[in-house]
């Protein structure tokens, strides 16, 4: 069977991306693998071609798939949707778009299939340490470092009555459990925790909601980012008598305990006394580095460094803890194998009852792969230098204003402008004015570092000539200018592409022979008649025209001369109607022409008619010359109004075809209006 689409106008436009792309045929109650590109092969065990979308994918999948192809017929319309197990050995989210294509042949799909998976990290974390503050067995509030409440846990609305819903955004020294006489003492307590010069915790009285003295033990943290408190986490422990006290401390320890599985599970512990000593290590330092417990055990944490650079550091890192300051930054260590790795490592002073430092905690959390990623990242810009010098696409970086800070070679030689030229041009001073006004107005605003954005772009050569691009725009870190990005424009030219998919879609809604309208475009299109007639209120009349004995030149005459006929046929019916009536061809000898602007007054609107059919006949009585030979033909013709008669261009042509057929019967030449 011959498709509209042929199999290398499909290899052009999408066997070269990296989506995977199907191209089928509705076939009964499944739809059949008519074209997939190179993409699409990979994720099959054997060739799909004229196999059924059952025959290829789990039932399941077929069904979700099917449901939504038949979606997409159904309502005529372009259908995206998402599946998490699309093939069964590939476990990725994809997003699929599926688009109808009605055509004489039969109805296809084209159906787009992307990856979209995404990471949540940011997400997780931040659930993550809501989880913690609703653990939290005593009233705790974070409060901001302006002063004002961010969160609450259930346990602090619990004792005092209070709702962070009411309450979050507010002051916390407007809080009424704090007596004004002590709000300056409060303050004054907050403010030096802040500075980092304050006590730790403090013992206050507080009026708890049913109305009860409580004596709390208030212990102030502070929350940082960056080396700055950015917040303070306060918990009211209350001191109540030493059964209660003892289970307290028996709750915060099983509590201390998981938050110590949680982070031994993430990151490598030690413990050292204030010598360096090692006294403790957890199983994930001994599974990252081979190093076993029992032989680290009274090792000096020197061992660990690899050369003297990083001995030196090590020594000041110490005096630095030593002097009461927690370290933060990035260590390489060496394993039991020789090899080295990369800790993100934080050192915190512990300190007794005494408020000696009895022991030395070190965290670290492995990151080697990331150290190794821009290693790679530093060869990859040396390779990007040599590609942009020698690729057809068209690179470009801009500033957030749209300023040109660098164009690859590649825009001389395509666009025609000289680098002078382009330094001193905004971006969408490169493209033509309607996608000029566009970029200004809408995309240059939507460009940001979470989504890549990708579309089709038009660019103005030099001289004038517009050339199509498939464009991909990201935003980035401009790595001079910190809190700034750069946008990054890579364009590809797909011009023979475009001018492809023009000839496509207007194959695909006209009829080849005469390039008239066909029937998927009276589908597509009548519901536009429809509103304008009901904006205009007037009505429609669909003439349904079928040739007089036209079988009867292809008979005499040949299919050459038989084509040429039904052309002139077609030209003949397009003079004899007005300027914003449509005539389309739906089958061999078959023609629908829809009559817009029609009186709603029957009497009015049947003149109307008979006029035009008149211009039709009239038309027709002149003929036209084919190789000599002259043709006179008649035709006989069905009519059936919008809306008097149905609602849907298939009703209004099936009860036009009615009234054709009673013609028929009649005899030739002559016209009749549908009754009920």
């Not at 009411?166 to 004054?188: A, C, D, M, Q, S």
């Not at 512990?269 to 009274?298: K, Q, S």
């Not at 000029?436 to 605003?445: F, P």
């Not at 298939?650 to 209006?673: P, T, W």
Request: charged share 25%.
């Amino acid at each position: 069977m011959e498709h509209f689409f042929t199999q290398a106008q499909f290899d052009l436009l999408y066997e070269d991306t990296p989506d995977l792309v199907f191209f089928l045929i509705q076939k009964e109650h499944s739809f059949e693998y008519v074209y997939i590109n190179q993409s699409a092969r990979l994720i099959f065990k054997e060739d799909p071609l004229h196999s059924s979308l059952h025959d290829m994918v789990s039932v399941t999948h077929a069904k979700e798939i099917n449901e939504n192809y038949t979606k997409a017929i159904r309502e005529n319309k372009v259908v995206t949707f998402q599946d998490f197990f699309l093939f069964s050995d590939v476990e990725l989210v994809n997003e699929t778009t599926v688009k109808p294509i009605r055509t004489e042949q039969g109805i296809y799909i084209l159906a787009i299939t992307k990856e979209v998976s995404n990471q949540k990290e940011i997400e997780e974390k931040y659930l993550f340490m809501q989880s913690l503050l609703n653990m939290t067995v005593d009233p705790t509030i974070v409060v901001t470092r302006d002063g004002k409440i961010f969160d609450m846990n259930p346990k602090f609305e619990e004792i005092f009555g209070y709702n962070l819903k009411e309450w979050r955004g507010k002051h916390y020294l407007n809080l009424p459990i704090v007596p004004l006489k002590e709000r300056n003492l409060v303050e004054h307590h907050f403010e030096s925790n802040l500075q980092g010069t304050g006590k730790s915790s403090v013992l206050v009285k507080r009026i708890k909601s049913t109305g009860d003295d409580g004596t709390f033990l208030v212990s102030y943290s502070p929350i940082k980012k960056n080396g700055e408190t950015v917040a303070m986490y306060i918990l009211l422990q209350e001191v109540t008598d030493e059964v209660e006290l003892k289970e307290s401390l028996r709750n915060t320890r099983h509590i201390l305990e998981s938050y110590k599985r949680a982070i031994s599970k993430a990151a490598m512990v030690l413990m050292t006394d204030p010598r360096g000593v090692i006294v403790y290590a957890n199983d994930l330092f001994e599974e990252i580095t081979g190093f076993l417990n029992h032989e680290m055990m009274g090792q000096h944490i020197s061992s660990l460094q690899v050369d003297r650079y990083n001995d030196f550091n090590i020594k000041r890192m110490w005096r630095d803890v030593m002097k009461d300051k927690i370290w933060r930054g990035e260590l390489k260590n060496r394993a039991s194998n020789g090899t080295f790795y990369w800790g993100d490592t934080t050192i915190i002073p512990l300190y007794n009852e005494l408020q000696d430092i009895e022991n030395v905690l070190i965290i670290q959390f492995d990151i080697t792969e990331k150290k190794n990623v821009m290693i790679d990242l530093q060869s990859i810009e040396r390779t990007f230098n040599l590609i942009t010098e020698n690729t057809n696409d068209l690179i470009a970086i801009t500033d957030e204003h749209g300023s040109i800070l660098y164009t690859s070679p590649s825009h001389a030689r395509i666009l025609g402008f000289s680098n002078e030229e382009i330094g001193n041009k905004q971006f969408s001073d490169l493209l033509v004015k309607e996608y000029r006004d566009l970029w200004e107005s809408d995309i240059s605003k939507r460009v940001n570092e979470q989504e890549e954005i990708r579309l089709e772009l038009q660019y103005c050569r030099k001289n004038e000539e517009k050339l199509w691009t498939e464009t991909s725009i990201m935003a980035v870190k401009d790595r001079e200018r910190p809190g700034e990005l750069q946008h990054v424009i890579v364009s590809r030219e797909i011009t023979e592409r475009k001018k492809l998919e023009q000839h496509l879609s207007f194959m695909a809604y006209h009829d080849s022979l005469t390039n008239l309208p066909n029937r998927s475009y009276l589908l597509k299109e009548f519901p536009q008649f429809v509103s304008n007639a009901e904006a205009n209120r007037s009505t429609i009349g669909i003439l349904f025209l079928d040739g007089d004995d036209f079988k009867s030149v292809n008979d005499s005459f040949g299919h050459d001369v038989g084509d040429e006929f039904i052309r002139m046929f077609g030209h003949a019916l397009l003079a004899s109607v007005r300027p914003d009536d449509l005539v389309s061809r739906v089958g061999g000898d078959e023609f629908v022409i829809l009559l817009t602007h029609l009186s709603n007054e029957p009497q009015l609107r049947n003149e109307e008619i008979n006029l035009i059919i008149k211009n039709i006949q009239t038309t027709l009585l002149k003929g036209w010359y084919i190789k000599e030979n002259i043709f006179t033909p008649t035709t006989s013709i069905g009519i059936s109004f919008y809306p008097d008669h149905g609602s849907t261009i298939d009703e209004l042509m099936e009860k036009a075809d009615i009234a054709l057929y009673q013609v028929k019967r009649m005899g030739k030449n002559q016209h009749l209006i549908y009754l009920d």
